[in-house]
């Protein structure tokens, strides 16, 4: 089931309602919360099901075992602690990697003349797996750590691990930040449903007329690269970070939305990364829910380590930690070198003490970044973008084949003029909506009501978007 | 919550209001637009009068010149191909609309593999060019629920021009009517030599086949007299020339004539007379027309 379709439109519908019938009783409302969510989760993959199920169970239990402990035996805590992460890792190792790394071995074992023939497991690869252990580990941490009491009421904590709109995708709500809302007494909320409203439409928008509309043009080029010429391949390349954030983006605004229509603040994903100066501004706005994740519970624990070695110890800490970012999207050396390509990206940064450095934009007299920034903006666009190509392609050998034809083979650009004429008006919109909400350059923009910025995403949907487009980018992490 | 309620049923008129109102201009653009594929579609629905009418996809549109078939038949023709692999769900659905206002006396329609074969390209999501025009053919709308589309196009009438804006806005302002002979459009280049021919190692489609069948059916229940053709090629594969063993079985099945010149030696292979391995450029489609319209005479009075 897909947050953009009919059915999702639906089924929302339908527990929302009921949601708002049972207005004050918090437990109720918990248990159809965690009802629907397995209902969405079980549509979208039933076979999956039984492991969310078991995974919750066990964190669960885990979580009271480790509070036990805490004050008492700490070594004890500590070492269920240990095995309860082990036991996520190992979860996502098995599912999400085992058949990667048997491969890795025999092309290894098979270079060095060791013949070793071919073992590829039968293993479901459950939704959203990524997300909801994510989830479930720091719900152990953050127990260990003394920064929240483990939850006494399973439905409650099921729900923190399931609740529907972010379980396919994201984003990846803390326990500490999202537990207490579930505890809370939500009556509905007539303002945040409206802003709700406002953020799925603009999430659809982003989604359907951009991402999908990119995604059109983006398709007819990297799947047929031998017969464009380079400047086309570059311009497609040039495009997809913007697809990408338009994907995700869309997918996180309408998550968020649907969240505000029950009350809930859902961690935000996305803060208008394109805005960012360098490579470390880009990446505290970019997925911000993973990155703040693996910066509290990866990169600040090795570069506590490394200390000893300065500067060098947290490079060393920030490569090891975008490794793993590339490494979590999926089971592919080319996301291992994008998550390295991007820690390298950090050291000119690190040695120039700019990373810890946070500078506020400076706008000019029209509300909007000044030349130099924005130079600094396009430049880290740039570097964004190269390190996009190797997590675009699906092998080492197509990303040799992608920066073959950017580099050869010039000509005149393949012009779609329906494709690239939307792809500009999306463009325009979701610039002139960014700007405002980053600097707010357009304060008349913000007196514009709900009902009528809805309406009009509602009506460029229908007029310019791209009806049973693909499926959401990120899904398949 | 009544208020958001009352917020989202007012949401809803807006809306409403804003979709009927786009789609009328919209519509506006679109019946003024002289890019190839609304003007086209739009003059054979409402304005097409020719007794003699060619049908098809691309292979229609670039091959049969109405100027010198109308010269050697004596009746006026128009050719309604279209570009853009329009198979039969199109060419049924444009049937049923411009029979709803005329009827030619002869329709010579160029049958092709997507016609009837399950190619994972071109579907029936090919009926959409025709959502402007939903409401006119029942037959036209039963293809619509076929695509499960009939229900959106219903609610909202914007939906019928989706995606449309930029080729409408460019098709008012700054295009001319590409069709300047009865629907014909010429190309000018010669194929290229190393180009391979199309392979059609497809299962047989049978809901196209019904689809054709009703081609079929309604052509003979309103006495109009169909003919299939299949032009020559550039390059011609083993499993084309099977493909098209189909339409001759098919077609002594139905009792339709069927001219086959898929293979004729005065064509394949001959690069200055085509434009790519399936379409003749402008020298070459002049020739075939002239040919085509002395075998077309022996049927056609």
Known sequence: MVTNSIIFLFFFVIVFFIYYLLNGKTKVQNILLLVSSYLFYGVTSLKALPILLIATTIAYAFGIEINKYNNINNKRASFLTTLGVCLGVGMLFYFKYLN??????????????????KITLNIILPVGISFFTFKLMSYLIEIHRGKMKPVTNFVTFATYVAFFPTILSGPIDRPNGFIPQLDKQRIFDYK?????????????????????????????????????????????????????????????????????????????????????RNIAEYWRKWHISLTGWLTDYVFMPLNIKFRGIGKYGSELAILITFILIGMWHNAHWNYALFGLYQGFLYLPLMFSGKFFKKKKIKLNKWNLPNVKDVGNMSLTYLLVTCGLIIFRTASINDLGITLNAIFSRWGMIFIDITSIGFIIVGLIIMLIHDLHKAFNFSPKLSEVPVILSTSFYAFLIVLMGVFGGDQFIYFQF | MKKFIGWVLLLLIILFGIDRLSSILMSKLYLNSKATNEYKINYVINKMDQPVVFMGSSRCHHTYVPSIISDTLGLPVYNAGLWGEQNIYFQYGLLCNFLSRYKPKVICYEIHPIDFMATPYSGIERISSLSPFIGRSIECDSLFKLNHSYIKYKISHLYRYNSTLISLIGGCLFAENSQKDNGYKPLFREADASAKPDEFNFPLDHQRIKVLTDFVSICKNRHIKLIFLCA??????????????????????????????????????????????????????????????????????
């Not at chain 1, 040039?238 to 969240?259: C, E, K, N, R, T």
């Open chain 2, 232 to 301: 020559p090629m550039y390059k011609v594969s083993n499993s084309c020339i099977d493909a098209y063993k189909f339409v001759s079985v098919f077609s002594q099945q139905y009792h339709i004539l069927f001219i086959n010149n898929l293979q004729d030696r005065k064509f394949v292979g001959r690069r200055n007379l085509c434009y790519d391995r399936g379409h003749f450029n402008d020298k070459g489609a002049r020739i075939y027309s002239s040919m085509i319209a002395n075998e077309l005479k022996k049927f056609i009075n």
């Open chain 1, 100 to 117: 990667f790394f048997i491969d890795s071995f025999r092309n290894l074992f098979n270079a060095f003349g060791l013949h070793c023939d």
């Open chain 1, 192 to 276: 945040l449903a409206l802003l709700g409203c406002e953020q799925i439409a603009w999430g659809m928008f982003m989604k359907m007329c951009v991402a999908d509309r990119i995604a059109i043009y983006n398709d007819a080029i990297f799947n047929n690269i031998p017969h464009h010429n380079g400047l086309t391949v570059l311009v497609a390349t040039l495009l997809y970070p913007i697809q990408l954030y338009a994907d995700f983006g869309g997918y996180s605004d309408m998550a968020i939305g649907v969240g505000k229509l029950l009350g809930f603040n859902v961690t935000k994903n996305f803060d208008y990364p394109f805005f960012g």
